[in-house]
T-cell receptor, first 117, second 115 residues
Framework: AQTVTQSQPEMSVQEAETVTLSCTYD???????LFWYKQPPSRQMILVIR??????QNATENRFSVNFQKAAKSFSLKISDSQLGDAAMYFC??????????????FGQGTTLQVKP | DAGVIQSPRHEVTEMGQEVTLRCKPI?????LFWYRQTMMRGLELLIY????????DSGMPEDRFSAKMPNASFSTLKIQPSEPRDSAVYFC?????????????FGSGTRLTVV
């Protein structure tokens, strides 16, 4: 069974600085998708960025980028120029692809990010 | 597009009562997922539907939980009888297709408190 681990329960960053959130996963599959979701105090789950495992190029969405290391099974999220609105809980998630894809997302336990003004 | 709509946003009920949570997926989406979020267990998939048919309900904790999707625009998650350990945030999410590479769109969740 696949598992997702976020080893940092809490992180803090100064406004305008850069922060990296860690995520590791365990799977025997070669084809899958990885996601980062943001959950602000409003409770809404918001998709931040996604990565297809077959792509070597790291995904980037504006100030958000990932460092995808397939061999190491690592998928970290880097937030550049942190803003107060980035304060939230961040979840890393895994989803199988291909014939084993059931649509199920497997989530890590989350990392709470505090942004200090 | 109004997004995935869940109701109620908050629900407080007494132990033993029946609770019904509702979800309206995004129009055109044919996969619907129910997740539960607790501090202890994080986010867990309870059940998902594809084209209104339940595909995997292995995450439903016990017989007290049931879910239906009578049509493409509506789903319910029912707990009968409710217990304090059912207190959690319940999310509904939808996607165009379960094979789609994109993550789903989540609703705002229902916070359930059973006293």
């Amino acid at each position: 069974a696949q598992t997702v681990t976020q080893s940092q329960p809490e992180m803090s960053v100064q406004e305008a600085e850069t922060v990296t959130l860690s995520c590791t996963y365990d799977t025997s599959e070669s084809d899958y998708y990885l996601f980062w979701y943001k959950q602000p105090p409003s409770r809404q789950m918001i998709l931040v960025i996604r990565q297809e495992a077959y792509k070597q190029q790291n995904a980037t969405e504006n100030r958000f980028s990932v460092n995808f290391q397939k061999a190491a099974k690592s998928f970290s999220l880097k937030i550049s120029d942190s803003q107060l609105g980035d304060a939230a809980m961040y979840f890393c998630a895994y989803r199988s692809a291909g014939s084993s894809n059931t649509g199920k997302l497997i989530f890590g336990q989350g990392t709470t990010l505090q942004v200090k003004p | 597009d109004a997004g995935v709509i869940q109701s109620p946003r908050h629900e407080v009920t007494e132990m033993g009562q029946e609770v019904t949570l509702r979800c309206k997926p995004i129009s055109g989406h044919n996969s619907l997922f129910w997740y539960r979020q607790t501090m202890m267990r994080g986010l867990e998939l309870l059940i998902y539907f594809n084209n209104n048919v339940p595909i995997d309900d292995s995450g439903m904790p016990e017989d007290r939980f049931s879910a239906k999707m009578p049509n493409a625009s509506f789903s319910t998650l029912k707990i009968q009888p409710s217990e304090p350990r059912d207190s959690a945030v319940y999310f509904c999410a939808s996607s165009y297709d379960r094979f789609l590479v994109y993550g789903y769109t989540f609703g705002s969740g229902t916070r359930l408190t059973v006293v």
